[in-house]
């Protein structure tokens, strides 16, 4: 089967659908965090206020919903990033519950738990999953923790710190085409790259608002070609990167209109080079 055309992502900015509205309802959204693109090409959404996962299909239409697992309801970020694996299993991370959760693909069953000692506060936030390891990244303690796919924990990549292969809020990442890890720290506005053993590999990016610089970067999305998306929680915009580092475009605004964003999160790129956005603020997702 040929694959489809290399997307001109310099032509994105006026959304193609927008969906969600606040509230409790099913087909509704309260601060959406992460989200992705699951094996079947649903949305699955990280509804942080009401801590379940929520899909919708491409076209916007309500299709599902899951409860994280707990006993613990004194939370204030809830779920706050979900991926899959290569069975199409949900891993989700339960920030303020110091968890990561895989449930399983269609029933949203608790498949197993990731923790770690409660010393540490381990604070999950974004994850990604390759055939060998869960990578989550732990915003409290500036590092990304590698788990087996079996739940168990292996050891970290990065340490606090300003400099080469250092964090202080790692919050996004993706793997890239090439295995490589891309990271967005929140804090220090830039995307680091390592390999998959954790190497340090290069930088992306400074704090600004102009091409190839971040303010707060969130989300973190890349493409079968290498092209990186990147929501920007403070420039209210999403920044495309080509696979050298280099700003292709960006787009978007703060505001409510629709292409406008107010305080953009999670972000995924579908097969065919849509782009999904996870507009917190606005309790909505918009696909451009």
Not at 59 to 73: D, E, I, M, Q
Not at 112 to 141: E, H, L, S
Not at 212 to 224: E, S, Y
Request: hydrophobic share 35%; charged share 20%; net charge neutral.
């Amino acid at each position: 089967m040929a694959k489809s055309p290399i997307t001109d992502y310099s032509k994105k900015g006026k959304p193609t659908l927008v969906f969600g509205r606040r509230g409790f309802s099913e087909d509704s959204l309260h601060h959406p965090l992460g989200l992705t693109i699951t094996k079947d090409k649903n949305i699955a959404i990280a509804n942080s206020k009401t801590n379940e996962i929520k899909v919708f299909s491409l076209t916007g239409k309500f299709a599902s919903s899951f409860k994280l697992h707990s006993v613990n309801l004194m939370v204030d970020v809830g779920v706050s990033a979900v991926t899959t694996n290569q069975h199409g299993n949900l891993v989700a991370s339960y920030t303020d519950n110091h968890e990561v959760q895989m449930l399983m693909a269609g029933s949203g069953k608790l498949k197993q738990t990731m923790k770690m000692d409660m010393q540490n506060n381990f604070k999950p936030w974004g994850v990604a999953c390759d055939d060998k390891n869960i990578y989550v990244c732990d915003r409290q303690n500036s590092c990304l923790r590698v788990f087996t796919v079996d739940g168990k924990y292996q050891r970290d990549i990065g340490r606090k710190g300003t400099g080469d292969g250092e964090f202080m809020e790692p919050v996004g990442i993706a793997i890239m085409p090439n295995g490589k890890l891309a990271v967005t720290d929140f804090e220090n506005h830039n995307i680091q790259i390592f390999s998959d053993q954790g190497v340090f590999c290069c930088t992306y990016g400074t704090e600004g608002d102009g091409p190839g610089q971040f303010n707060q970067p969130m989300g973190i999305a890349v493409d079968r070609t290498g092209f990186i998306a990147v929501t920007e929680w403070k420039n209210n915009r999403v920044q495309v990167l080509d696979a050298m580092g280099n700003s292709v475009t960006t787009f978007g605004q703060q505001g409510s209109a629709e292409g406008d964003f107010f305080s953009p999160s999670g972000i995924a790129i579908t097969p065919n080079g849509q782009i999904v956005v996870a507009d917190f603020n606005n309790n909505r997702i918009q696909v451009f």
